[in-house]
C-alpha cells in the first residue's frame, strides 16, 4: 500500500513519472481567473486557512451543503475557525472529488502538512497552518508556485487601478462584458460614464466599448472572456441593429438573441485586430435556487450543468466571420456531453480550439476524459492547457493536480509503445507551458 499523498500521487507508470518530472516545475501562466488584484497589489496578509479556503470558494460551500452543514457555518456568521472544522468533518465523504485532492495538495505544498484532514486533526491542522501562514503574504503565495503570469476577470466599467507587475508576476485584466448583453439602461449609463461618451446610438455604444477595449488593452489585457449559456441561433444586420438597440427595453425574446448575436460578432472582430484571445465559457445556468439566490447572491453554489450546446449554432457563429477576422478562440463546455462533436469543430474554422475540464468537469476522470476527447477529435499537441478559475490564492495547487493527470495520460502511450519519450516530454511541456506563453506573446 503506497503512502498517504505521496509523491508519485496520480502518476501510475515509470514513464508518467519521468513526464511529470519535466514539467512539475515549470512556471505558471494562470490565464483565467476571478483573484483580486487589489490584495496582490496590497500584498495581503493571509492570517486564517479558515478566510483563505472559504471566504469565497463555491466548490467548498456546495460540497458542504451537500453534506448537510448549516449555512451558518458556509456563508453566514460563524467564525472562520468554527467554518475550517465544519469542512474538515466532511472532508472524508469527498472521496473522488477534486476538493480532496486539491485540499490535501494545498496542505503539503503551502503548509508542509502531510497528514489527512478529518474531524479529529482539524485542531491540530488549524493552529499548524496558521502558524505557518503568520508568515506568508499573497505573493509569497505566487513566488511559491512560480506564478509568472495571472489574468483577472474585469467588467468593462472597471478602473483597472491595480494591475501592474509585482515581484516578477503580471496581473493583467481580462475585457468580460457578460452584463452588455442585457442592454440595461443603468448598466450602459455606467458605462457611457467611464467611456464618457454619450449613449443614445448603437453608434455610442460601440463607440464606448472601443474606448474601454483599448484602455484594457493599455493596461495589459490580452484575454476577454464570455458566459452565456448557449450561442445566439440568429444574427441581426448593423441596420437591424441600431433599430433594435433604439427599442431594446421592448424587445422580445428572439429580438434581443438576435442583438446579442450582432454585438458578439462584432467584439469578436474588435478582439481580432487588437489580439485578443477570445475565450467562451458555455452551458451553464445561473442561480438556479432563487431563494439561496436572494440570500447568498451570484457565485454561490447554486450554478448548475445545462443542456448541451447545438453544434449548428456553433457553427453557424463561426461561420460569421472570415477566417482573417476570427481572433485565437477557446471553447470551454460545462456540459461535455457533446465535446466530441465541439472538438471536431475545432477542425473547421481556423484560429479555434477546446479549453481546459471546466468546472464540475475538473476532476481526475473529467480532466482525462477532456485530454482523451482533444486528442481523438482534435490536437492535444496546441492544447493550452491548465487554469484555476479561482478565487482563491491558495488555488495553484490545481496545476500541479492537472500536471500529474496529463504526465499519466501521456505516459500510457509511451509505455504500451505507441509513443516516443522524447515527444512526450516535448508535448506535455508545451501543454503546461510553452503553448499559451506563445499564444498570449509573452
Not at 63 to 82: F, H, P
Not at 109 to 125: H, R, V
Not at 274 to 294: A, C, D, P
Amino acid at each position: 500500500m503506497r503512502a498517504f499523498f505521496d509523491d508519485n500521487l496520480l502518476l501510475g507508470t515509470f514513464a508518467a513519472k519521468e513526464i511529470y518530472s519535466a514539467v512539475k516545475d515549470l512556471p505558471i501562466i494562470d490565464y483565467h481567473c476571478h483573484l483580486d488584484e487589489n490584495k496582490i497589489a496590497d500584498n495581503a496578509e493571509l492570517s486564517d486557512i479558515g478566510e483563505l479556503w472559504l471566504s469565497g470558494d463555491h466548490y467548498k460551500w456546495r460540497a458542504m451543503r451537500l453534506c448537510g452543514v448549516e449555512e451558518e457555518y458556509i456563508t453566514g456568521k460563524a467564525s472562520y475557525c468554527d467554518k475550517f472544522k465544519k469542512y474538515a468533518q466532511i472532508l472524508p465523504m469527498l472521496i473522488g472529488n477534486p476538493l480532496y485532492y486539491w485540499t490535501h495538495l494545498e496542505l503539503k505544498q503551502i503548509f508542509g502538512i502531510t497528514e489527512p484532514l478529518n474531524e479529529k486533526s482539524a485542531d491540530t491542522i488549524y493552529e499548524a497552518a496558521n502558524k505557518k501562514l503568520k508568515k506568508l503574504k499573497v505573493r509569497d503565495l505566487l513566488k511559491r508556485y512560480k506564478v509568472e503570469y495571472i489574468a483577472t476577470t474585469d467588467d468593462p466599467t472597471s478602473m483597472l487601478n491595480a494591475h501592474s507587475v509585482y515581484d516578477g508576476t503580471i496581473v493583467a485584466p481580462t475585457f468580460r462584458p457578460d452584463k452588455l448583453f442585457f442592454f440595461d439602461d443603468d448598466y450602459i449609463s455606467a458605462l457611457a460614464n467611464v467611456a464618457e461618451v454619450k449613449i443614445e446610438t448603437l453608434e455610442d455604444l460601440l463607440a464606448a466599448i472601443s474606448k474601454r477595449l483599448d484602455f484594457f488593452v493599455s493596461k495589459g489585457c490580452k484575454i476577454s472572456d464570455h458566459g452565456f449559456e448557449t450561442f445566439p441561433h440568429s444574427y441581426a444586420t448593423q441596420t437591424e441593429a441600431k433599430k433594435l438597440f433604439a427599442r431594446r427595453n421592448e424587445l422580445s425574446k428572439e429580438e434581443k438573441n438576435s442583438l446579442f448575436g450582432f454585438l458578439l460578432v462584432w467584439l469578436t472582430r474588435e478582439y481580432a485586430r487588437r489580439n485578443i484571445v477570445m475565450q467562451i465559457h458555455l452551458t451553464v445556468i445561473r442561480n438556479n435556487n432563487t431563494e439561496m439566490f436572494k440570500r447568498c447572491g451570484a457565485d454561490s453554489g447554486f450554478d448548475l450543468i445545462a443542456e448541451p450546446q447545438s453544434v449548428k449554432d456553433v457553427i453557424l457563429f463561426f461561420n460569421q466571420v472570415q477566417d482573417d477576422e476570427r481572433p485565437v478562440t477557446v471553447l470551454y463546455t460545462l456540459n461535455d456531453a457533446n465535446s466530441s462533436a465541439l472538438s471536431a469543430v475545432t477542425g473547421a474554422f481556423h484560429n479555434v480550439r477546446m479549453g481546459a475540464a471546466w468546472w464540475f468537469n475538473d476532476t481526475v476522470e473529467g480532466i482525462r476524459r477532456n485530454l482523451s476527447t482533444i486528442a481523438e477529435y482534435s490536437v492535444l499537441g496546441t492544447n493550452l492547457g491548465m487554469l484555476t478559475d479561482s478565487r482563491s490564492f491558495s488555488s495553484y495547487a490545481r496545476f500541479d493536480f492537472f500536471r500529474r493527470i496529463l504526465s499519466d495520460y501521456i505516459g500510457k502511450f509511451v509505455e504500451c509503445g505507441e509513443y516516443d519519450m522524447q515527444s512526450a516530454v516535448c508535448i506535455a511541456q508545451n501543454i503546461c507551458y510553452n503553448n499559451i506563453k506563445g499564444v498570449l506573446g509573452l
